[in-house]
């Protein structure tokens, strides 16, 4: 395929993630085609996209070089799988989060597009060995996982199939960074992919410190917004300890690592979520921030807010 052609995206699913995928691909210019199985869905996903466009645009937020109504022309909406993906370079899946479900619409779209079309998948959780287990030509398979919301947290996590050629992470990786994403590529797949598996990580020594009574929840959460979070938004757990100690990474691990080693070792088993002892966290929660829709849609408002003029702050440096 001659980079000429390579204009038409298309995104299948047009729930939450497929309607974000959609507006990052138009802002860096590119033709997308959005399908779902459910009668009317991808039009409605279109609708929905035109608010939030607009609203951007009013905003000064929006991204690319392109106006919203240019962005909304390069939008089409499809009932019908086969047209959808009718001149696509690209497929972005995004359907429900179900191993069949994903590993049935890639059988689907391989019958209906030519060899070179890469298929990407949006999974948060199944590992490319599982997700395109049968597909016949994987070497041009890979997921790409966005991080809710992809319009303000740019990163993507590629992750290859045992059998994925380099260059189709090399390709996908050139166009994550046109459309202004933030690509990372793992070299093979791992349950919980990076992201994950730090966040994972820092969930469950937030949980068993709440758990064990060292601290409560909403101080555990300030550790985070202001102290740790504060530095890595900007730079990363690598570079932090690079500038911590005055000889860099290695004499911060002569420094500190003993005592790091001496912490870890005094973690204990993976806590127990679900139990007696999760009750009185999910209290403290609730207590903090009621679980009513009205409640939590306010806070997810203001966290988007919150990223978008961090968004504009990380794009001025
Ligand atoms: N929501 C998140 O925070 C988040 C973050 C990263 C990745 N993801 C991943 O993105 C994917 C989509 O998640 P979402 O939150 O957008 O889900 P969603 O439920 O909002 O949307 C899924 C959409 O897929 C459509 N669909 C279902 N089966 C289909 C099929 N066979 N063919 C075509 N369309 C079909 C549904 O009608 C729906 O519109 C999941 O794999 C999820 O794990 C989600």
């Known amino acids: 395929m001659s980079t000429a052609d390579m204009k038409i995206i298309t995104v299948i699913g047009s729930g939450l993630i497929g309607r974000s995928w959609s507006m990052v691909f138009v802002s860096g210019g590119y033709t997308v085609k959005i399908y779902d199985n459910q009668p ?13 466009l607009e609203e951007l645009e009013g905003a000064g937020m929006l991204r690319g070089e392109l106006t919203a109504t240019q962005q909304l022309a390069l939008l089409s909406s499809y009932d019908d799988m086969a047209k959808a993906l009718e001149g696509a370079f690209f497929v972005q899946e995004c359907v429900f989060e179900q191993l069949e479900v994903k590993q049935s619409v890639f059988q689907d779209i391989e019958r209906l597009v030519g060899k070179d079309v890469t298929l990407s998948s949006s999974t948060s959780c199944l590992v490319p060995s599982s997700v395109f287990s049968k597909v016949q030509n994987r070497s041009r398979c890979l997921v790409s996982h966005p991080v809710n919301p992809p319009y303000y947290v740019k990163l993507v996590e590629l992750v290859p199939h045992p059998e994925t050629a380099a260059t189709v992470m090399d390709d996908t990786h050139a166009l994550m960074t046109k459309v202004g994403q933030a690509p990372v590529c793992l070299k093979k797949e791992i349950d ?52 911590n100690a005055p000889e860099g990474l290695q004499d911060y691990m002569k420094r500190y690592g003993e005592g790091i080693t001496r912490v870890l070792n005094s973690f204990g ?28 849609s306010a ?7 919150l990223l978008m003029s961090l968004a504009k702050l990380k794009k001025e440096h």
Do not use: C
């Not at 979520?273 to 009205?294: C, H, T, V, Y």
């Open 40 to 52: 009317g869905q991808a039009a409605k996903a279109i609708t929905e996209i035109r608010k939030q």
């Open 192 to 243: 919980g992919f990076a992201l994950n598996r730090v966040q994972a990580a820092i969930i469950a020594e937030s949980w068993r410190l709440v758990q064990d009574g060292i601290i409560s929840v909403k101080d555990i959460d300030l550790v985070m917004s202001e102290g740790l979070g504060m530095r890595y938004a900007f730079i990363g757990p690598m570079e932090t300890m690079h500038l």
């Open 269 to 296: 088993p993976v806590p127990d979520f679900s139990g007696e002892g999760a009750k009185s966290i999910f209290n403290e929660m609730r207590e903090l921030i009621p679980s009513d829709q009205q409640h939590l």
């Open 299 to 305: 806070r997810i408002q203001r966290r988007d807010q």
